[in-house]
């Protein structure tokens, strides 16, 4: 979502900017012919910008034109552009209603049109009115590169917007995707444990004995709890903000998720070492069992990354006004492509997975006002430094 505004926001910034500094150079940079005509090509960007822009560009191009003209001297010339320059830019006003809804050729058309009417018009008011002669020679070596110079200019903006337009699809394409995997993740996690527990209700119709019939119980609520807890998981990536927002003191939060995981460790043969403050307490705010759930899965990642016994550092450090908790395996390590992709839906560097643990890990830490950092060597493991703001902190 935040991909799109930017896109919209780059959009809008270059049919502002690109007009306007095209021409504020043309007018300061113009070419010198005779002791009696200068000239530029300030009316391609002016007309382009009044075209694409609308009116509030239009209105800020006449301003600037006008301007500069001033600044730059000569008196005849600044006139003919007080008149030329405002009668053009509100006949733009109503053509660029209709001009961003029709084809290339017609928009070259147009162009080429309007280039047309101001020459004719700027000759009429120079010879008429303020009675300069300039050749024709000049005039027409003048319309030839002006037209030459709107048809590619012309040609060059559709092809920009164009890119930004399959931007556009992209990203709602993408949308669409995840929206799919997202669905398909929840049926296949949700689906599994309702299938067991369906199975396990069926067999309690049989002739069992009493202690089976209650094992069997047992197992289909564990599978139905196992269901739940997808479900839970799903809607905290979902929750924009903490819903039980309380003071959490750090150490104690990182010693109770290992001391959960520790049996899972011993299984993968895998050492917990704790570097925790002795001699302050420091606390921050949120969910209580978002942070643990957050902190756990990454655990059980660094656990899981490791195929050997090996190490799992956790480590706790005080800089300024946030706390690090800096969790460090000695896994396989991911490459930097499959970092970028950590926390979005349906990626895992895991056989078998769905990638939800560190979606809801993101989810978690971000609803916090905090960062996760990962960096990673690919056969020596991956670092996860998570960043939070302290709420306060104690002398112990």
């Avoid at 306007?20 to 090509?41: G, Q």
């Avoid at 997808?230 to 290992?258: C, G, K, M, W």
Wanted: proline letters at 3%.
């Amino acid at each position: 979502m935040k991909f799109v505004y930017r896109l919209d926001s780059l959009k809008g910034w270059f049919l502002s900017i690109f007009p306007i500094l095209s021409l504020v150079l043309c007018m300061l940079f113009p070419v010198v012919i005779e002791a009696d005509f200068v000239w530029d090509l300030r009316w391609i960007p002016f007309l382009l910008g009044g075209l694409y822009g609308g009116w509030r560009l239009g209105t800020l191009l006449i301003v600037i034109t006008l301007l500069i003209r001033f600044l730059t001297g000569g008196e005849n010339g600044f006139y003919i552009s007080c008149i030329t320059f405002p009668l053009i830019g509100i006949s733009l006003f109503f053509i660029s209603k209709y001009y961003l809804r029709i084809s290339v050729s017609k928009k070259i058309f147009i162009g080429v049109s309007l280039i047309f009417f101001v020459h004719i018009l700027t000759q009429f008011i120079s010879t008429q009115i303020f009675g300069l002669t300039i050749g024709i020679s000049l005039w027409k070596q003048y319309f030839t590169i002006q037209v030459i110079g709107i048809v590619v200019v012309i040609i060059l903006c559709e092809v920009i917007l164009a890119n930004f337009q399959v931007l556009d699809e992209l990203v709602k394409a993408e949308k669409l995707q995840i929206v799919s995997h997202l669905a398909a993740s929840i049926s296949h996690e949700v689906r599994n444990p309702l299938t067991v527990t369906r199975g396990y209700i069926q067999m309690l119709s049989e002739d069992v004995s009493t202690q089976t019939k209650i094992n069997y119980a047992n197992i289909a609520l564990k599978e139905l709890d196992r269901a739940t807890d997808v479900i839970n998981d799903y809607l905290t990536f979902a929750s924009i903000s903490p819903e039980n927002n309380e003071r959490l003191r750090v150490s104690d939060e990182i010693q109770h998720v290992v001391n959960s995981i520790i049996p899972l460790a011993n299984n993968n043969g895998t050492k917990l070492k704790l570097s925790l403050f002795e001699d302050e307490a420091y606390y921050i705010l949120g969910d209580r069992k978002k942070f643990q759930q957050c902190l756990f899965n990454i655990l059980k990642n660094g656990i899981e990354s490791m195929k050997d016994e090996g190490e799992l550092y956790i480590h706790l450090i005080q800089a300024a006004t946030t706390i690090q908790i800096k969790i460090q395996d000695q896994g396989i390590g991911m490459t930097q492509e499959q970092i970028y992709r950590l926390g979005e839906p349906y990626f895992t560097t895991k056989n078998k997975g769905t990638g939800l643990g560190m979606m809801v890990s993101y989810s978690v830490i971000k609803s916090m006002d905090g960062t996760i950092h990962v960096s990673s060597v690919q056969g020596k493991g991956t670092c996860f430094s998570i960043n939070l703001p302290i709420h306060s902190h104690e002398p112990i």
